[in-house]
C-alpha cells in the first residue's frame, strides 16, 4: 500500500521559511517524480513544484526563486524548501508521485498525500 505522509506545515509570518517534507512508502521511490501541488480555500488545487527522478525541477513561476524541491532517495523523502514567503502562499499543500515525468499536469500523478497546512500571516 502506497502512503505518502506530509509534515512540516504550520504558521509562519510574511517573509518567514518553512520546509515541507513527504515521506513515501510502499512505492520505488527513486524510480517516481515527485511533485508538490498546493490549493487555497475556494481556490482549485494549483501546482507548485516537482522534481523528476533524474532530479530535473520545474517550478511554477509563482514561486520560483522562493521555494527549493529536493528529494533524498535514501530516505524515501521529498522536501520543499519556502523562503520569503507571502500571505498568498497560505494553502494546504500536497505531495504526489508519478510514475511519468510528473510536471505540472495533476493526471500524471498515481498517488497522493493528504496534506499539511501553510499559513502566512501578514
Known amino acids: 500500500q502506497v502512503q505518502l505522509v506530509e509534515s512540516g506545515g504550520g504558521l509562519v509570518q510574511a517573509g518567514g521559511s518553512l520546509r515541507l517534507s513527504c515521506a513515501a512508502s510502499?512505492?520505488?521511490?527513486?524510480?517516481?517524480?515527485m511533485g508538490w501541488f498546493r490549493q487555497a480555500p475556494g481556490k482549485e488545487r494549483e501546482f507548485v513544484v516537482c522534481?523528476?527522478?533524474?532530479?530535473?525541477?520545474y517550478y511554477a513561476d509563482s514561486v520560483k526563486g522562493r521555494f527549493t524541491i529536493s528529494r533524498d532517495n535514501a530516505k524515501n523523502t521529498v522536501y520543499l524548501q519556502m523562503n520569503s514567503l507571502k500571505p498568498e502562499d497560505t494553502a494546504v499543500y500536497v505531495c504526489a508521485a508519478s510514475s511519468l515525468a510528473g510536471l505540472a499536469s495533476e493526471r500524471n500523478y498515481d498517488y497522493w498525500g493528504q496534506g499539511t497546512q501553510v499559513t502566512v500571516s501578514s
Open positions: 510502499g512505492l520505488s521511490f527513486s524510480s517516481f517524480a
Open positions: 522534481i523528476s527522478k533524474y532530479e530535473e525541477t
